[in-house]
């Protein structure tokens, strides 16, 4: 699987994750920090699923 499919797929999520919280009037400064943790949990696994394996 590339990084960019996963890096797109994850922001689709992030995308909807924020819509519902607007949704539910959560406090905007509550959705920019989760928005920024999923960010860097969804950069963290996208590049752990794409990195090539190390050779023994």
Not at 6 to 17: D, F, T
Not at 22 to 37: C, D, F, Q, Y
Request: charged share 10%; net charge positive; glycine share 10%.
């Amino acid at each position: 699987m590339s990084f960019g499919l996963y890096a797109a797929g994850y922001a689709i999520v992030i995308v909807g994750l924020v819509y519902v919280a607007r949704l539910m009037h959560m406090p905007s400064h509550w959705i920019l920090a989760g928005a920024i943790v999923m960010i860097g949990i969804g950069i963290l696994s996208a590049v752990k699923a794409t990195r090539p394996k190390d050779a023994a």
